[in-house]
C-alpha cells in the first residue's frame, strides 16, 4: 500500500502559496496574512524572506498609498509553492581594473594590518604577504563600488572570513576604543575609522623595507644604525 501521508510543507512555502492567491497588483493586510497561514507564528518575517527569491511586496514605507498595515504584491518570484527550485545567482566578480583602483587607494597595503604585497611577516621571515581584494559586503545584489572592497593580506583574510581567529563582537571594538586612554588616541582611532586604512609613519615604513633585505644585509645596516646612535649620544 503507497505511503498517503501529507507531504510536509515549510512555513515559507506556505506564505509562497498565501501571496499567489492574493494575486500580482493586489493589496492585503497584515491580519489576513496570518489568517491565510494558520499555524505559521512568524508569516510576516518568511514573507520577507521571498524577496530574495525575487517576490516584490511593497509596504507603506516603499508606496506611499498603502497603509501601514498593508502590503500590495508587485511581483511574484520562484514559485516554490509549486515545487519551482530557486535559481543559484551568479558569483560577483570584481573587475581587473576595479581591482587595480583598490590596490592603487590602499597603497598596496593591508587595510587591517598594514603588511604590503610582498613584505615578509615579522614573526615569520619566509612567510611575505599576499594582498587580495574581497567584498566588504557579499550580500546581493552585491555592490561593486570602491567603497565596497577591502584590500587585505591572506592573513588578515583568513580571519575576516573565519578561517583565522575569531571575529570581534561591534560593542567589544566601541568599548575598547572607549577605553583608550586620552582624546588625541580616540582622535587618531576616528582617523584610521575614516581613512579606512593604518597609518604608518617614517619609521613603520623604513622598518618595512629593512624586513625586505637579505639576512645579511639587516644585520649590517641595524649595527651601523646602532654606531649612530652611539655616536649621538
Not at 507531504?7 to 493586510?29: D, I
Not at 509549486?82 to 543559484?88: I, S, V
Request: include cysteine; hydrophobic fraction near 35%; charge should be neutral.
Amino acid at each position: 500500500m503507497a505511503d498517503e501521508r501529507p507531504v510536509r510543507r515549510s512555513s515559507k512555502v506556505k506564505v509562497a502559496e498565501f501571496l499567489a492567491a492574493v494575486g500580482e497588483g493586489n493589496v492585503f493586510t497584515k491580519l489576513q496574512l496570518f489568517e491565510g497561514v494558520p499555524g505559521v507564528a512568524q508569516a510576516d518575517r518568511r514573507m520577507r524572506d521571498l524577496r530574495e527569491l525575487g517576490w516584490r511586496i511593497d509596504n507603506y514605507k516603499t508606496d506611499p498609498r498603502l497603509q501601514p498595515d498593508e502590503y500590495r504584491l508587485t511581483e511574484i518570484g520562484t514559485r516554490i509553492d509549486l515545487g519551482e527550485q530557486p535559481k543559484e545567482p551568479p558569483r560577483p566578480r570584481i573587475s581587473a581594473a576595479r581591482r587595480r583602483e583598490a590596490l592603487e587607494g590602499a597603497g598596496f597595503a593591508c587595510q587591517t594590518c598594514g603588511m604590503r604585497a610582498t613584505e615578509p611577516y615579522p614573526d615569520d621571515e619566509d612567510q611575505r604577504a599576499v594582498l587580495s581584494v574581497h567584498f566588504i559586503d557579499p550580500t546581493p545584489p552585491v555592490d561593486t563600488e570602491l567603497s565596497n572592497l577591502r584590500v587585505e593580506c591572506q592573513r588578515c583574510n583568513a580571519g575576516i572570513r573565519g578561517g583565522g581567529r575569531t571575529l570581534p563582537a561591534p560593542e567589544e571594538v566601541l568599548a575598547r576604543a572607549f577605553r583608550l586612554s586620552g582624546r588625541e588616541e580616540k582622535r587618531r582611532l576616528y582617523r584610521l575609522m575614516q581613512s579606512g586604512r593604518p597609518e604608518r609613519d617614517e619609521v613603520d615604513l623604513v622598518f618595512a623595507d629593512w624586513l625586505r633585505l637579505a639576512r645579511d644585509d639587516r644585520l649590517d645596516v641595524m649595527l651601523r644604525l646602532a654606531g649612530a646612535l652611539i655616536d649621538e649620544e
